[in-house]
């Protein structure tokens, strides 16, 4: 069992590093500034499933896509918030991993911590076989697999020097996601009220088959959609750990993002179905934005796009090597991986760094190879991860929080909204959308596969767990 991090209110940056430092992180780096932070918030669940993949949502749901984003934004919010107060509290590189295996045991931080890697190295795939197709359709000399390795090399090696890189790529690359989409916002209210043409009104919103055009099996299909477009929150709070001042920082950046994510994400989504048919072809295969932007006229509207959504893909990659190499080191440190992982050269986990991003180019090779079997069962149990991460980050908080009011009031410095009622409501949420999952066929495959890692995972820390307590009896 790791050790815990306690801290007053009043502690200085100093103390707080002192304090990791003790939890087994002395050698990471603390190079992130709050604006880092505050954009990796921001950036990190802005990435390509919301500029393309929303597409097939809008296709499956219709305009009720905003719906579904309502709903599932206010998910997500309350898991920032519950992440925002565990580590605010107790600030570390592994985050919600260790903070499941403080409060539940060791086999909740590493079913969490190891089926949250899983998910970054899919990712980190997917992101860059699909940033490969971006680059070979502009440079066609150089093939596909030619384009993901040059990306491989270069975010590997971002990530092998200072973590102040990692911090000035993300931020640069969500500014450049923020813009866009606020532009975005902009434009499409303008075209709404008529300046780019005639007001489209509320016939987009009314006709073509009404408001829920494909029912109920439409809207759970639009519901994994939006679920999946949400990954990534967590970095942040991984990266908080490696600030100037961590518990502040994360503090900070969990209440600025929050709402503004939410508008993002359903301020898009009800500008294209207001602007636009839901069942206009282009926009699950052009994409919404780029299909919004050719109706108001604006020029090299998919060239602008296509950009903007290989930005979205790199940033993902960047983020996702980052976050799997520092939760791969976390875990690493708590005995719960090969020891090796967690050496650390000027700062930085390098063989972790090295670990996420072999897994993920391999996992590239057998897109190439199977990518209708074995690629395609590893999207699908990555893409159920979240949903398993999010329910043990549930129950983590519920039990963290009733500790911390007794024992350490003080370092209650962000609290979850309506405790404990919004926790059980949030859980009850997570638990309703694996009930629709199960209900189709291809849900429950993804249920099945996700449920055979987990119980793997589980039982492997359940046993370590045990010889952990019986060398105490045994010390004793």
Request: net charge positive.
């Amino acid at each position: 069992m790791s050790r815990t991090i306690t801290r007053s209110t009043e502690d200085s940056p100093q103390a707080v590093q002192q304090a990791v430092q003790q939890n087994g992180e002395s050698a990471l780096s603390h190079g992130l500034k709050q604006r880092h932070l505050s954009m990796i918030a921001l950036g990190g669940v802005i990435g390509a499933g919301l500029f393309v993949g929303s597409g097939v949502g809008i296709a499956a749901a219709g305009p009720a896509i905003v719906l579904l984003f309502v709903g599932t934004g206010a998910l997500v919010m309350l898991i920032m918030r519950m992440l925002g107060e565990m580590s605010a509290a107790r600030p570390s590189t592994g985050s919600f991993s260790v903070h499941a295996e403080e409060e539940l045991g060791i086999w909740a931080g590493a079913t969490s911590g190891w089926m949250y890697w899983l998910m970054l190295c899919a990712g980190v795939a997917a992101e860059a076989t699909a940033a490969g197709k971006i680059m070979h359709a502009w440079v066609p000399f150089i093939p596909d697999y030619g384009w993901v390795a040059i990306f491989m090399v270069l975010f590997c090696a971002s990530n092998l020097t200072a973590v102040k890189n990692f911090g000035e790529f993300e931020f640069w690359f969500s500014a450049i996601k923020v813009t866009t989409i606020v532009a975005f916002l902009v434009l499409g209210v303008l075209g709404i009220l008529g300046v780019f043409g005639s007001p489209p009104g509320t016939s987009n919103l009314t006709d073509h088959g009404g408001f829920f055009p494909t029912g109920a099996a439409g809207l759970a299909s639009g519901l994994l959609i939006t679920i999946s477009g949400f990954a990534g929150l967590e970095t942040v709070t991984i990266a908080a750990a490696e600030s100037d001042n961590p518990s502040r920082n994360v503090a900070r950046a969990v209440r600025t993002a929050v709402w503004r994510i939410a508008i993002f994400y359903i301020g898009s989504m009800a500008v294209v179905v207001t602007l636009v048919p839901w069942n206009n072809p282009k926009v699950a295969t052009a994409g919404p934005y780029i299909t919004v932007l050719d109706r108001l006229g604006i020029p090299a509207a998919g060239t602008i796009m296509q950009i903007v959504v290989l930005v979205a893909l790199l940033s993902a990659m960047n983020a996702n090597i980052y976050g799997s190499s520092r939760m791969a080191y976390s875990l690493v440190n708590r005995g719960q991986g090969p020891r090796f992982l967690s050496k650390v050269s000027r700062g930085v986990p390098v063989p972790a760094v090295l670990a996420s991003c072999v897994f993920g180019f391999v996992a590239v090779i057998l897109g190439m190879i199977w990518p209708t079997t074995v690629f395609a069962w590893l999207l699908n149990i990555a893409g159920c991860s979240v949903l398993v991460v999010w329910s043990i980050v549930c129950l983590t908080q519920l039990k963290m929080r009733r500790r911390l009011e007794r024992e350490a009031p003080e370092l209650l410095s962000v609290r979850m909204w309506g405790f404990p009622y919004l926790t059980w409501l949030a859980l009850a949420g997570i638990l309703g959308v694996f009930c629709v999952m199960a209900a189709g066929t291809d849900g429950r495959h993804q249920l099945l596969g996700t449920a055979v890692v987990v119980a793997a995972l589980a039982g492997a820390g359940h046993l370590k767990q045990r010889r952990d307590r019986r060398a105490a009896v045994a010390a004793s």
